[in-house]
């Protein structure tokens, strides 16, 4: 039974519209990082927060962010928010949608004449997306302190990230860890049918899955096609396509515990690649989502048994699979995963809680602050495509939920020191 929402559907369903309008009109809907778009974009939102009543400014990161003062000085910040950026040909919810919701949390709290006892902060951060430097979530990393110095110097429609910095309005010269942020939550659409197929209204997230990449190289021999017999092989691809399935299988298996688990061959390239000889090298690269680190370790000795037992089976050598990157899952803060459970009971919001296996800019707030997440329904799971697609009842829920729990870590961070 849902209750009464303070939060106003009509407003956050205009908000959603208004960015959507925002895009290349021949690829809706694209709004990609440091545009003249995205630039419009932030136009947009800065006047809604200004409207909302909210001191706003660009912080050293290209961040926008709104900013409403607590009744307690000193006390630190409540932080909500998420992204303006898109994909391109994305959607209309991914990202936006935490923005607005979080928009209508200060417009709400304004109406009603309320002051935290905390300073409110609303964020859009900057380029959440692969930008077109090559990187994401630029703003949340320059936030918690931990952007690549190196990243400035990459270069892309004859920018460095540097001056694509200051033309957003930041200062990359500034840039340190923020640490008066005492709690940071995110609504986001859940990019996935979980919610969806279980008619729930509400997911709250546990952690938010860690990434591991694998390189795989297969080396047959090339041979001519017509003339080698077929016993008489080392087909790189044939060996490699024994390894996908098994790797498949593996993810299937591994899927069924109980943290969220995937893993996927999303890259693989065969040599030389011609019709009438024998492959003689593939390599694949492998993405591993998971959020229990036993998970990960127990894939990677499964996956060494599998390439021992396929190079055996083939005689084709599989070189010792590499892991090129390895980020361990980002788990929520128990206090605020909390809080959003006991926001949802408030609400009357069905939930459940559940991992995130795409990251999040809350995986980087994680690292100076206590962070959680609520997904929201997005139709079919689809995302970062234009038919992508949350209802305005469940953004307008999601947002009575960020409310609610907002207003309960206002005043359990203060009593809690
Ligand atoms: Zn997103």
Known sequence: M???????????????DALAAITE??????RRAFTPLFLEGRRHLEVCFQDAGLQTHIDSSGNLIGRRPGREPGRGTLMLGSHSDTVPEGGRFDG?????????????????????????????????????????????RGMAGVMPQEWLTRQADGLTLEEG????????????????????LELHIEQGP????ARLDIGVVTAIAGITRIEVIVLGRADHAGTTPMNGRLDALSAAARLVLSIERLGKELATGPGHFAATVGEFEIEPNAANVVPSRVRMLLDVRAELRADIDQFRTR??????????????????????????????????????????QTTGASHRRM???????AAFMARICPAGMVFIPCAGGRSHAPEEWADNADITLGAAVLLEALLRLDDELATET
């Open 96 to 140: 936006i949608a935490g923005v607005v919701a979080a928009l209508e949390v200060a417009r709400t709290i304004a109406d009603r004449g309320i002051t935290l006892r905390h300073d409110l902060e609303i964020v859009d951060f900057l380029a959440e997306e692969v930008s077109i430097f090559g990187v994401s979530c630029i703003g949340s």
């Open 194 to 197: 979980v919610l969806e197929e």
């Open 303 to 344: 996956l060494a048994e599998a390439v021992n037992a396929v190079a055996q089976e083939t005689g084709v050598a599989i070189a010792e699979p590499r892991v090129v990157s390895d980020n361990t899952a980002t788990p929520m803060n128990p206090l605020v995963i909390d809080a959003l459970e006991a926001a949802c």
């Open 2 to 16: 849902k209750r009464n929402l303070l939060v106003d559907a009509g407003r956050i369903a205009a908000d959603i």
């Open 355 to 361: 991992a995130s296996g795409a990251g999040h800019d």
């Open 165 to 184: 910095l200051a033309m957003v309005g930041g200062d990359p010269a500034l840039s340190a860890a923020r640490s008066d942020i005492r709690a940071f």
């Open 25 to 30: 009109p021949d690829r809706p809907y694209t």
